[in-house]
């Protein structure tokens, strides 16, 4: 298993704004994934964060608006950028030791006003 | 277009008897099936799986069937306890390519 930090937890943020959330991992691990769930959504996946190159994103979602870093196999981090009030979402990092079990983080739940 | 889906957005069951969440999938490409438990505030946490090679994986009070003619399957958690109030994801997996495709999730209530 993993043990996943991410913060922060939550927050309130202006429209126009961005938000740096950050997703500690307590061991090296390959792959990394940042999700989002909408109010009364399904967990959906954002992109693959890949470990020293460009992250991939899912249909939909684009690194302009959704940069992702990942400097090393325990970190990354995910902005929103320019955020208005539809992203306001919970936003998830996790990561698989194996492809057939996913861990999450406890999410961080982005408000937008 | 959903390929898994949850149908039911809520579940009500007095403490003792037994909770039967439905999902039903589209991609026959899926062939790992996994549950998912989260309570508010907190990621989701890993419940329970099932290859498709199998029918039935049981663990302790969980179990879930796949029945891959009907692309369905359902976790059964006997007996219910008011700790397990939560809501459940389905998720299903095609082995290899990592990518988890999540229902919408049903919100199972135990009365005591």
């Known amino acids: 298993s993993a043990v996943i930090s991410q913060k922060p937890s939550r927050d309130i943020c202006q429209r126009g704004t961005s938000l740096t959330i950050q997703c500690q991992v307590d061991?090296?691990?390959?792959?990394m994934f940042w999700y989002r769930q909408q109010p009364g959504q399904s967990l959906t996946l954002i992109a693959t964060a890949n470990q020293g190159s460009e992250a991939t994103y899912e249909s939909g979602f684009v690194i302009d608006k959704f940069p992702i870093s990942r400097p090393n196999l325990t970190f990354s981090t995910l902005t929103v950028s320019n955020m208005s009030p539809e992203d306001s979402s919970i936003y998830l990092c996790?990561?698989?030791?194996?492809?057939?079990?996913?861990?999450f983080g406890q999410g961080t739940r982005l408000t937008v006003v | 277009d959903q390929q898994v889906k949850q149908n039911s957005p809520s579940l009500s069951v007095q403490e003792g008897r037994i909770s039967i969440l439905n999902c039903d999938y589209t991609?026959?490409?899926?062939?790992?099936f996994l549950w998912y438990k989260k309570y508010p505030a907190e990621g989701p946490t890993f419940l329970i799986s099932i290859s498709s090679i199998k029918d039935k994986n049981e663990d302790g009070r969980f179990t879930v069937f796949l029945n891959k003619s009907a692309k369905h399957l359902s976790l059964h958690i006997v007996p219910s306890q008011p700790g397990d109030s939560a809501v459940y994801f389905c998720a299903a997996i095609t082995s290899g390519t990592y990518k988890y495709i999540f229902g919408t999730g049903t919100r199972l209530k135990v009365l005591a």
């Open positions: 061991s090296q691990v390959t792959m």
């Open positions: 991609n026959s490409m899926f062939d790992y």
């Open positions: 996790s990561v698989a030791i194996i492809d057939t079990e996913a861990f």
